[in-house]
């Protein structure tokens, strides 16, 4: 099975960067994912990690560390549209998809 | 456009009173899921689709019934609906299974009474 851990919440300021920590357990890997998603809106995806290291696209960042079940998010520069939830994913070797709870960011003027 | 489709977008129905709720994506994705989203719980995934004729269980299928007869649609159906089943649903799909962005549908707001 599967269990994914992400805190409830995190408070940041604009312009200030944010890294929002993911652990997992599963009994096969197949891929890490991070999404965001607004209120009542459908998630978009942010990033795709399935080996180790550290992937970068614009102002965001995902880091993978598959022995350590550990994955983060980092949001750079932030601004206020960048408040919203932000979904950590593991799908199984088998197309099975786990999302975690979700964590809130709220940014602050 | 690419896209996932999903209808009804919304819907209000009494408990008992079978319902499908579809979905249909225009990128020949091979697989295809849905997800039941309920606050505090996050995103669950009911079944997902591995490709034509192949369906496997999420981690709720309980109450919940899938078809995937052709490669664009994979429609759910809520044979006897309960309140439990009041829920925000996403349809989702992606090239493959081993491969990355998994792409949403609107949503589905569903509310059994």
């Known amino acids: 099975g599967q269990n994914i851990d992400q805190p409830t919440e995190m408070t940041a300021t604009e312009g200030a960067i944010v890294q929002i920590n993911c652990t997992y357990q599963?009994?096969?890997?197949?891929?890490l994912f991070w999404y965001q998603q607004h209120a009542g809106e459908a998630p978009t995806f942010l990033s795709y990690?399935?080996?180790?290291g550290l992937e970068e696209k614009g102002r965001f960042s995902s880091f993978l560390s598959r022995s350590k079940g550990y994955s983060y998010l980092l949001l750079k520069e932030l601004q206020m549209k960048d408040s919203a939830s932000y979904l950590c994913a593991v799908r199984s070797a088998r197309g099975k998809l786990q999302f975690g709870a979700g964590t809130q960011v709220v940014v602050t003027p | 456009e690419a896209q996932v489709t999903q209808n009804p977008r919304y819907l209000i129905t009494v408990t008992g009173k079978k319902l499908t709720v579809t979905c249909s994506q225009n990128?020949?994705?091979?697989?295809m899921s849905w997800y039941r989203q309920d606050p505090g719980l996050g995103l669950r995934q009911i079944y997902y689709s591995m490709n034509v004729e192949v369906t496997d269980k999420g981690d709720v299928p309980e109450g919940y019934k899938v078809s995937r007869k052709e490669k664009r649609n994979f429609p759910l159906i809520l044979e006897s609906p309960s309140p439990n089943q009041t829920s925000l649903y996403f349809c989702a799909s992606s090239l493959g299974t081993n491969t990355g962005e998994l792409f949403f549908g609107e949503g589905s707001r569903l509310t059994v009474l």
């Open positions: 990690n399935v080996l180790d």
């Open positions: 990128m020949n994705h091979e697989y």
């Open positions: 599963t009994s096969g890997f197949n891929g």
